[in-house]
């Protein structure tokens, strides 16, 4: 079982930046896949990024590539999102999430979620 608690969010002018933080509970988390996911209002759940158990693999959607990064840190089983050159099309509750196993873009293959942090970007 893993808890992940989302930390970070909050209000940002066009262009700005943040950092949000997923702590996860539990002593396994490096053998997690970590991925990152976004909903905003009346809109689906979108992958955004997710990152392997040893860090050495990231994948990002389009839309938010060369601007974020997704990082860990094992040691404090904790995963990072770092968003820079914020967009209001950016406002979302921002989820993360854990599973066991390969690369996937897919929500429903992710077994744990933590409960969101809102991300809102005004113009």
């Known amino acids: 079982q893993v808890q992940l608690v989302e930390s970070g969010g909050g209000l940002v002018q066009a262009g700005g930046s943040l950092r949000l933080s997923c702590a996860a509970s539990?002593?396994?988390?490096?053998?997690?896949?970590m991925g990152w996911f976004r909903q905003a209002p009346g809109k689906e759940r979108e992958f955004v990024a997710h990152?392997?158990?040893?860090?050495?693999?990231?994948y990002y959607v389009d839309s938010v590539k060369g601007r974020f990064t997704i990082s860990r840190d094992n040691a404090k089983s904790t995963v990072y999102l770092q968003m820079n050159s914020l967009k209001p099309e950016d406002t979302a509750v921002y989820s993360c999430?854990?599973?066991?196993?390969?690369?996937?873009?897919?929500?429903?293959?992710?077994?744990?979620w933590g409960q969101g942090t809102q991300v809102t970007v005004s113009s």
């Open positions: 539990g002593r396994t988390f490096s053998s997690y896949w």
């Open positions: 990152i392997s158990w040893h860090g050495g693999t990231t």
């Open positions: 999430a854990a599973r066991r196993g390969g690369t996937t873009m897919s929500a429903q293959d992710y077994d744990y």
